[in-house]
């Protein structure tokens, strides 16, 4: 067993695939008209077979109670491993990107919390080497 | 002030206050992560949550929203308070 896809729900799909892509930098893989909907999943570059994200409609009215609740206490939805957490931070900050935790030393790695403007919070996160090993 | 000393009489709230004397406006959620990882606290965020209503009811904190985030911010005017009641570096040594 492997994880392939993972989702997200997304106020608006459109806006959503944009930021994914323009902004964070992932890349389209899939994108299926179904209905009023689509069938959209990104990808990150730097893992071509990797698992896919699904940008799924949030039209369903628990979906925004839920996401609404943890935005509200800083709860991540997501998660992405980056390289360096302070060159993101500022490469999305200089993009308009708005974080609810700045770049955080956490001892084993440095996370920070960012709105990704279509209803949810994401984590980006750099475990630092040493203490993959040290466990 | 009754409130403040019952807030004041735990670990994990001194060590809230702590975290965001250190560093203001932090969401639940940094909140908790933080007492996790560096304080090896490890309580739900239910929990933390619950404290954090202690912490507001005794004027400690309090929170706001900015965007659709709600972030805790240290009030450290009733410990003011305290001082004034005891100060100190008025008293000479007998």
Request: hydrophobic content about 40%; charged content about 25%.
């Amino acid at each position: 067993m492997r994880i392939e896809l993972t989702s997200i729900f997304v106020d608006d799909q459109r806006a959503a695939l944009d930021f994914y892509t323009d902004v964070l930098g992932f890349t389209k893989r899939h994108d299926i008209p179904l209905g009023d909907n689509f069938w959209l999943t990104v990808a990150s570059p730097e893992v071509p077979d990797g698992p896919e994200l699904l940008l799924e409609p949030s039209d369903h009215p628990a979906a925004r109670a839920y996401r609404a609740a943890l935005v509200e206490d800083g709860i991540p939805l997501v998660q992405f491993a980056v390289d360096d957490v302070e060159s993101e931070h500022d490469r999305l900050t200089g993009r308009g990107v708005v974080f609810t935790q700045p770049p955080t030393d956490i001892g084993t790695a440095v996370v920070a919390v960012f709105d990704d403007t279509c209803g949810n919070l994401v984590q980006i996160v750099a475990v630092k080497p040493e203490t993959v090993t040290a466990g | 002030m009754a409130d403040v000393f019952r807030a004041l009489d735990d670990e994990t709230r001194r060590l809230v206050l702590d975290q965001l004397a250190s560093r203001d406006g932090q969401t639940l959620f940094e909140i908790c992560s933080i007492l996790a990882a560096r304080h090896d606290v490890s309580l739900t965020r239910q929990a933390i949550s619950q404290h954090l209503g202690v912490l507001e009811e005794a004027g400690l904190i309090r929170t706001e929203r900015r965007g659709r985030s709600k972030y805790h911010y240290f009030t450290p005017a009733p410990l003011a308070e305290i001082a004034r009641r005891w100060p100190i570096g008025q008293r000479t040594e007998p």
